[in-house]
């Protein structure tokens, strides 16, 4: 079972629909024990990082997330989620994320040409630049998937798996051992990204 963790921001729903779409068993949840249970964790997330990680730390789920983890559990972050995994954001001050991921999270502003709109809201293609992740089992260079981000993992080459271009290469996922991140939307994806969550859903 898929534990999609419920801290109170990201689109669960249509997560979970989309991993039945799969025949993947998945469940919104955050009940700790269930967390517990599970095979799987995705952490999903939109909105603002210090907002999500303030939640994500005060409901206790951070540590069950960090525990899970420690255990060789497979966890993907998707969009806010995947931002969510690094050392820290720069989102409107200095936060600090959960340190699965070597890196922080920079805004797009001044980093990318003045001409393109902010957020980078639509299609784009994948640039896998570790074709060996698991996540990318059935996936091809080229492929393209569904971005919605004003923010973006920066310093962070040693665990990048694919980039996209946006004005510059922007880093697209993300991946150290049993942790996986996802800058754009699976989920929103079409086939492109029911391949990807499959991929996920095979992980051991």
């Not at 990201?10 to 779409?21: I, Q, V």
């Not at 206790?60 to 420690?70: P, Q, S, T």
Request: proline share 4%; aromatic share 10%.
């Amino acid at each position: 079972m898929i534990a999609i963790i419920d801290y109170g921001v990201g689109n669960l729903f249509s997560l979970r629909a989309s991993l039945e779409r799969i025949g993947a068993k998945a469940a919104v949840t955050s009940d700790k024990a269930e967390i517990g249970r599970s095979d799987r964790i995705i952490l999903p997330g939109v909105g603002a990082f210090e907002d999500a990680a303030n939640k994500l730390r005060t409901s206790g789920l951070a540590d069950v997330v960090l525990d899970e983890v420690k255990k060789g559990k497979p966890l993907m972050g998707i969009c806010l989620g995947m931002q969510l995994l690094f050392e820290r954001s720069y989102e409107f001050g200095c936060h600090e994320g959960l340190g699965l991921i070597k890196g922080s999270v920079k805004p797009l502003e001044g980093a990318i040409p003045p001409n393109l709109k902010i957020p980078q809201i639509g299609w784009n293609r994948l640039e896998i630049v570790r074709p060996e992740c698991p996540i990318f089992k059935y996936s091809a260079d080229g492929d393209y998937v569904y971005f919605v981000h004003s923010y973006y993992g920066a310093d962070c080459d040693e665990s990048v798996a694919a980039y996209t271009e946006y004005g510059k290469r922007v880093t697209a996922a993300v991946w150290n051992e049993n942790v996986y991140g996802c800058q754009f939307h699976p989920e929103k994806s079409g086939e492109v990204g029911l391949k990807i969550l499959r991929a996920f859903s095979e992980i051991n």
